[in-house]
């Protein structure tokens, strides 16, 4: 066993038996709470199984001591636990609500309003200030939910009317059509009979009665001259009116298209985050899903990874939660940058991120990991005129038989536990 140089014998027997009595008084004192009964369990397995130096035991020891004594003192006053619990609820709503509006897509002012009030949760607020902003929040959503709501029946309502319109052009179209072919047929025997005339001139009897057929036929052909006018222009007006239904409906088509294309992009947003735009934990759900089904059938390797940000918290902590959400930013399009068009990667909560390789051999799936790893800590951060290096660990596993999504996440989350345990800034396969 390791001791101390500077202590003689005397000195490490009573560290020793300060060590006992502390750790049986933590044991039997009550109301500790489970992770913390864990911890001390932990600590001496270790100390005995690893024979670690008394001075280390000392250390950790107090460091649970400390934990014990303010548990105790909060148990011992009631008061202390519900401020306690209060502050802990306040920022678990802190962090739910502005991770709720960060999902929500709204354009317009109902967008940017939305915006500036996570902002403001970004940097803290009261209680008070927390139900304002929650109560906005919900008035914001229903507003913009009622907007996007007016804009689909106004649409709807235009596009109802055009086709009103173009039904009623179209059938008036195909009776004047109608109406037109039967004229041009009756223009056409009109014709045959005055042909028919001209040949018979040849058999009148007088020169008086070839004058009066002559008058009639030229009678017969003036009149047949206006008709063809007249149902000339009406031609013409009806190839106008087509030109016309063809030009409406090709607006309609236009405007479905443009709406069409709107419904897409607000679909793909929804499986955005809004904030690193990744994907976001709902498409990360439908891909894993999608993959694992593939996997089943095919058998082929499927690799899904966790991504932690080591220490983000203390990103947050010194430079604020602006400079936290950049970081994200450019951390996760330093990621996508990374991966190829066949690979996924999602935002899975906070600063977590989990990437998925499919059909990729071991020797490319350590590289992908590796260079996404390198990548990210070769980023110029700076915040404050302060140079910044920024790390991530990386937990990564592979489908097994039995394995499910939720089984392979558990083992990817215990993979990156033991990356960030060793060390932090590297990649551990479960």
Known sequence: METLPCMSKAELHNLTNT???????????????????????????QAANENLPQATVATRLLELYERAVKVKTINDNPASLQEAIDVDLQ????????HLIAELDFEGECGEQLLSIRNELLLGVSPKRLLELSLDSIRLVVYGTQQERKQSQKFLEQLNQGLDKLRDHTSKNANEGERTAKDRQLIANDLVEINHSIHTLANSSSPAALKAQVQLIGERMHALIERNRTLEAREQALIERLHSNT????????????????????????????????????????????????WLRYQQPLCVAMIDIDHFKEINDTYGHLAGDKALKVIARTMHKALSDTDFIARFGGEEFVVILSDSDEKTRQSILTNLRDAVSHIPFKFRDHKVSITVSVGATLFQES??????????????YLAKEQGRNRLIWS
């Open 19 to 45: 060590l006992t009595k502390s750790r049986e008084t933590l044991q039997h004192m009550r109301g500790l709470p489970p992770q913390l009964k864990r911890d001390l369990r932990s600590l001496f397995k």
């Open 91 to 98: 920022g678990s709503l802190i962090n739910e609500l502005q």
């Open 247 to 294: 030009h409406t409906l090709s607006n309609l088509f236009d405007q479905t298209d443009s709406y069409c294309r709107r419904l897409n992009d607000q679909q793909h947003r929804l499986f955005l985050d809004h904030l690193t735009k990744v994907y976001n934990r709902a498409a990360l759900q439908e891909r894993l899903e999608q993959e694992y089904r593939r």
């Open 403 to 416: 394995d499910t999504p939720t089984s392979v996440l558990e083992r990817t989350d215990q993979a990156l």
